[in-house]
């Protein structure tokens, strides 16, 4: 069974800076992609960065040019810089490993993100 774990999260003034991170154990895939989704209270869970095997990323048009997500060594981690953050981005940011070839996602409990104005 794959188990996700965020880590990272807190309370940060507009304008800062947060830098999450999400490992995943008990993997037996070959093939997965990973990424970071964030859910507003009352809204929808929405992608705010995708980062495939090979190092391609994709990012939500909201977080262009502010976030960055990455790879760790180990190939089962996964970072999300975030800067120059706002006040309407709180929410909780959950971690998600996806098996390219069976299409299921793997998630994790998440990590609150919370910036003050």
């Known amino acids: 069974q794959v188990h996700v774990v965020e880590s990272g999260g807190g309370l940060v003034q507009a304008g800062g800076s947060l830098r999450l991170s999400c490992a995943a154990s008990?993997?037996?895939?070959?093939?997965?992609?990973m990424g970071w989704y964030r859910q507003a209270p009352g809204k929808q869970r929405e992608l705010v960065a995708h980062?495939?095997?090979?190092?391609?990323?994709n990012y939500a048009d909201f977080v262009k040019g502010r976030f960055t997500i990455s790879r760790g060594i180990a190939k089962n981690t996964v970072y999300l810089q975030m800067n120059s953050l706002k006040p309407e981005y709180p929410a909780l940011y959950y971690c998600?490993?996806?098996?390219?070839?069976?299409?299921?996602?793997?998630w994790g409990q998440g990590t609150q993100v919370s910036v003050s104005s």
């Open positions: 998600t490993l996806k098996n390219t070839i069976s299409g299921i996602n793997f």
């Open positions: 008990g993997m037996r895939i070959s093939s997965y992609t």
């Open positions: 980062i495939t095997n090979g190092g391609h990323t």
